[in-house]
């Protein structure tokens, strides 16, 4: 409980930043930041690209992620309460939220208000986003509006809530 008080004012400041309002908006953000954070108990990706292979395509392996530099996939590893992860976008989070998130991308997962802002961000930006751009235009939203979860899951776990793939968790 001392962990949701922490942080409820963030989460409110966020979802209402970002117009998330509605009913099954709000319950589909919330349910998806508790998975995806562990209860907003794992705000940075457990990082082993021995266990989990598919981390080792972090360092330059996925264009689309943005990571130019050997090292940069454990750098911009997935953090905050959506695990936004690679260095596009967090330069891309941090500009649209006015913080430097690529040049100090543990605030993401160290502050709440930076974990959940940069939530926000995904949830109205970040899927269907293209390397270089700030925002894709398209939010999660109306996805969560119509019911169709498993298209907001594919969102946050795929970038593109019409994905093919199973996502985590399901």
């Known amino acids: 409980l001392?962990?949701?008080?922490l942080f409820l004012p963030?989460?409110?400041?966020?979802?209402s930043?970002?117009?998330?309002?509605?009913?099954l908006a709000v319950a589909a953000f919330l349910a998806n930041v508790a998975l995806e954070s562990g209860q907003l108990s794992l705000l940075a990706e457990i990082w082993d690209p021995v266990k989990v292979p598919d981390q080792a395509q972090y360092e330059t392996g996925r264009p689309r992620l943005g990571n130019t530099h050997q090292g940069d996939g454990y750098?911009?590893?997935?953090?905050g309460a959506l695990?936004?992860?690679g260095r596009g976008a967090y330069k891309a989070a941090g500009e649209v939220i006015g913080m430097d998130i690529?040049?100090?991308?543990?605030?993401?997962?160290?502050?709440?208000?930076?974990?959940?802002?940069?939530?926000?961000?995904?949830?109205?930006?970040g899927a269907l986003r293209q390397p270089g751009?700030?925002?894709?235009?398209?939010?999660?939203?109306?996805?969560?509006?119509a019911g169709n979860f498993l298209a907001v899951v594919r969102g946050i776990n795929f970038g593109n809530p019409e994905?093919?793939?199973?996502?985590n968790g399901m």
């Open 2 to 5: 001392e962990r949701a008080n």
């Open 10 to 15: 963030h989460i409110n400041d966020a979802m």
């Open 17 to 23: 930043r970002a117009g998330i309002v509605t009913p």
């Open 75 to 79: 750098k911009y590893r997935g953090r």
């Open 83 to 85: 695990q936004i992860t």
């Open 102 to 125: 690529e040049g100090n991308p543990d605030i993401v997962s160290s502050d709440p208000s930076s974990a959940m802002l940069t939530a926000a961000w995904y949830w109205m930006c």
């Open 133 to 145: 751009q700030r925002c894709s235009g398209k939010s999660l939203t109306p996805y969560a509006e």
């Open 163 to 167: 994905a093919k793939g199973t996502p």
